[in-house]
Nanobody, 120 residues
Framework: QVELVESGGGLVQAGDSLRLSCTVSGRTFSSYAMGWFRQAPGKQREFVAAIDWISVRDYTDSVKGRFTISRDNAKKTVYLQMNSLKPEDTAVYYC??????????????WGQGIQVTVSS
């Protein structure tokens, strides 16, 4: 059974930083893409960042230059470093495990979600 466990969320002020972590168990890690999505109240879940199996990264425009996705294959963990946070970054953040080497092939598993709240 595949399990994704997120950590690192919380309440911060605008301009602060947070680092989200997502650890995967129950499957191999290094040959699959990983990603982060978020869902704000009343909005649809949206893509935030992805890292494929050879660490090519992709970001949604609104977080470019502020967020960095990375992976540690030995720890089976993906990270999302979030700097210069804005109130509009407030959302539940979901870790996603790809069904293949690139996230474009689809999401195979989701984490339970973790709250990030940025106050102004």
């Amino acid at each position: 059974q595949v399990e994704l466990v997120e950590s690192g969320g919380g309440l911060v002020q605008a301009g602060d930083s947070l680092r989200l972590s997502c650890t995967v168990s129950g499957r191999t890690f290094s040959s699959y893409a990983m990603g982060w999505f978020r869902q704000a109240p009343g909005k649809q879940r949206e893509f935030v960042a992805a890292i494929d199996w050879i660490s090519v990264r992709d970001y949604t425009d609104s977080v470019k230059g502020r967020f960095t996705i990375s992976r540690d294959n030995a720890k089976k963990t993906v990270y999302l470093q979030m700097n210069s946070l804005k109130p509009e970054d407030t959302a539940v953040y979901y870790c996603a495990a790809g069904s293949g080497p690139r996230l474009a092939t689809g999401v195979g598993s989701w984490g339970q979600g973790i709250q990030v709240t940025v106050s102004s």
